[in-house]
């Protein structure tokens, strides 16, 4: 990504930032392109973090407390996912962030602080030493704003004052759910720090100097955002685990689907299983990627569909005629960079949201991830054959494809 002609002074960037899976390669991306322009790049983040930042370019710390695996999959109602989220992700590691981040300004002041959605901990350090700090949205828009339905529920958007009503109301109700659970726990650090106590939760985001929007507009809905939220366009690094990954697609001239789900378990191995039952009946090539979560060997495979940990997505996207995924937004914005239709078997998180996209564009389709191998088979024929869904990719990709090469995101991180 080029940023201006006339490179900037080097700066010096902290980002604190924490493992949520699919959000890292877009996170690291920001450190690298920030590292390329020749600033001093320094990442405090979870261990598993360590090599990834060092080929970006970057110095790296570990938090004192290790990261928590969340259980998203298992959470069998939304309050008790919000627990789950503050007390592994949130504000169970916020005390601890926050002292180590206060340690490394101290300890080597920079000039902008940038962190994870969920680093609440390094949002309040960077406040409380008056650094200014940027927040790394590395998906859709996810804070409430007029003409965009809450996040997380897939909900299309609002028609009249009856959709408008739901809209406020469903931002209502997550907003006391998340300070029920975190609100209390976020203030004691404040307090810890010197600062005062906010009134919500999402607060400590919005009073970040920049919410740095990883995505392109274009993918997603058009809403009434807060003059700080800036669209930067989507970094489309592959993750450090795929991206050197030698890969070989089966023989033959059918057209290939690439199967990429989850970077991290989300139970979804009885969702693969089935996708490559459907495969196996359908005159294609497959090629599906596990990623380190599930291991390839419990995995029944077929004559036509090759089953591997990784290959780099990039390359095998720019071959494919059809990508199944569960929607991850980081999977969903490269295949469509690569100008293709999608089939999404959305499991949770952000991803019936970025399913609610894609189809609104007429970009692809989507089903339930407990759909049987009979429908994911007809779905996927279909798109196969699908030349509208195709050229809407291509004219939604080339949109994203354009924000991602532009200069937005470093032009906004050294205006900060």
């Not at 298992?74 to 503050?86: C, H, K, N, T």
């Not at 902008?112 to 790394?136: C, D």
């Not at 490559?276 to 294609?284: E, F, G």
Request: proline share 7%.
């Amino acid at each position: 990504m080029a940023g201006s002609d006339v490179p900037q002074a080097p700066r010096s960037y902290l980002l604190g930032l924490t493992d949520a899976g699919g959000t890292v390669p877009p996170e690291l991306g920001v450190a690298r392109r920030l590292a390329t322009r020749g600033h001093r790049v320094t990442v405090v983040g979870d261990r598993s973090m360590a090599d990834a930042t060092a080929r970006a370019g970057a110095a790296f710390t570990a938090w004192s407390r290790p990261a928590v695996e969340v259980r998203d999959w298992a959470a069998r109602s939304p309050g008790r996912l919000v627990r789950e989220l503050a007390e592994a992700m949130i504000i169970g590691p916020a005390p601890s962030q926050a002292d180590d981040l206060a340690a490394a300004i101290a300890a080597e002041p920079p000039d902008v602080v940038l962190t994870s959605s969920f680093a609440v901990g390094a949002m309040i350090a960077a406040e409380a030493a008056g650094v200014p700090y940027g927040v790394l949205v590395p998906n859709i828009y996810p804070l409430g704003a007029e003409g965009i339905p809450p996040f997380g529920a897939g909900l299309r958007p609002a028609r009249g004052r009856a959709g408008r009503i739901r809209d406020r109301a469903l931002t209502a109700a997550s907003t006391r759910m998340f300070d029920r659970r975190a609100l209390g726990g976020l203030n004691r650090v404040r307090s810890a720090h010197g600062l005062e106590p906010i009134a919500t939760f999402w607060q400590q985001l919005l009073r970040a100097e920049r919410l740095l929007i990883l995505t392109s507009a274009a993918f997603d809905l058009p809403g009434d955002l807060p003059a700080h939220a800036r669209y930067v366009g989507p970094v489309l690094d592959d993750p450090s685990w795929a991206g050197a990954a030698a890969w070989l697609p089966p023989a033959g001239d059918e057209p290939l689907v690439l199967v990429a789900m989850s970077s991290t378990f989300q139970h979804h191995a009885e969702c693969l299983q089935r996708v490559i039952d459907a495969l196996a009946i359908l005159p294609v090539r497959a090629v599906v990627t596990t990623g380190p979560a599930i291991d390839p060997a419990s995995l029944r495979g077929a004559a036509r569909v090759s089953v591997v940990r990784a290959a780099p997505h990039a390359d095998a996207m720019r071959d494919a005629s059809l990508v199944v995924t569960h929607g991850g937004h980081g999977t969903v914005v490269k295949t469509l960079a690569a100008g293709c239709p999608l089939l999404i078997l959305p499991h949770g998180r952000d991803q019936a949201d970025n399913a609610v996209r894609v189809v609104l564009r007429g970009a692809g389709r989507t089903l339930s991830r407990r759909a049987s191998p009979r429908r994911i088979a007809a779905a996927a024929a279909a798109l196969l054959q699908d030349v509208d869904a195709a050229a809407a990719a291509r004219r939604l990709g080339a949109a994203i494809v354009r924000d991602a090469s532009g200069s937005a995101l470093v032009d906004e991180l050294e205006s900060m």
